[in-house]
């Protein structure tokens, strides 16, 4: 499973930004999917997350800012961020939960391990 983000940047307060994290070797809709983010000195955080249900969730602090979405055609998963503020600035990662799967009817089981992306900065000033 590899996943590579994009999209990431610098951009003034109160502008957009759109993440992209390309998923390789994973299956959509199966497992969830999330984006986490760390600012320097900080703690990793969710930002948001798809759910093996399709439930979305959000973080409390970009609740009604940013929007996660994918293309489960396109195997991508993507982070829309809107009205950003400074305290947005962090490296932002995209997750896709493990999947172990049952041959032969091929049954899945959602593990608690994650596959991490290497990250892209985004900076808010």
């Known amino acids: 499973v590899q996943l590579v983000e994009s999209g990431g940047g610098s951009v003034q307060a109160g502008g957009s930004l759109k993440l992209s994290c390309l998923v390789t070797?994973?299956?959509?809709?199966?497992?969830?999917m999330a984006w986490h983010r760390q600012a320097p000195g900080k703690e990793r955080e969710l930002v948001s997350k798809?759910?093996?249900?399709?439930?979305?969730i959000y973080g409390d602090s970009v609740k009604g800012r940013f929007t996660i979405s994918q293309d489960s055609d396109a195997n991508i998963l993507y982070l829309e961020m809107n009205s950003l503020r400074t305290d947005d600035t962090a490296v932002y990662y995209c997750?896709?939960?493990?999947?172990?799967?049952?041959?032969?009817?091929?049954?899945?089981?959602?593990?608690?391990?994650?596959?991490w992306g290497q990250g892209t900065q985004v900076t808010v000033s």
């Open positions: 997750a896709a939960q493990g999947i172990l799967w049952r041959p032969p009817t091929y049954t899945h089981t959602c593990l608690s391990n994650w596959y």
């Open positions: 798809i759910t093996k249900e399709g439930k979305t």
């Open positions: 070797g994973w299956t959509f809709g199966k497992c969830g």
